[in-house]
Nanobody, 120 residues
């Protein structure tokens, strides 16, 4: 059974930093593209960042590029999201997802999400 569990969410002030982590089980982790999505109140879910199975390629949404860094540790079956220079607009529930590039990625598995709240 595949399971993705996010952790690290919380309350942080604007300009601050926060690190999220997602631990996966029940899948061959290194073969999956891992990604982070987020959903803010009243808005649709949006893509944040993704990283390929070996970590050779990363992609970021324009809204977070230069501020967020995605990384993975295949030995620990974990994907991380380091968030710096946080803004009010970053407030959202952040979701971890796993998918296969075929060649376009289809995200088959999702975590339950972790809340990130940015305050001034």
């Amino acid at each position: 059974q595949v399971q993705l569990i996010e952790s690290g969410g919380g309350l942080v002030q604007t300009g601050g930093s926060l690190a999220l982590s997602c631990t996966a089980s029940g899948l061959t982790f290194s073969t999956y593209v891992m990604a982070w999505f987020r959903q803010a109140p009243g808005k649709e879910r949006e893509f944040v960042a993704a990283i390929t199975g070996t970590g050779s390629r990363v992609h970021y949404a324009r809204s977070v590029e230069g501020r967020f860094t995605i990384s993975r540790d295949n030995a620990k079956q974990a994907v991380n999201l380091q968030m710096n220079s946080l803004e009010l607009e970053d407030t959202a529930v952040y979701y971890c997802a796993a998918g296969v590039a075929t060649p376009e990625v289809e995200y088959d598995y999702w975590g339950q999400g972790t809340q990130v709240t940015v305050s001034s």
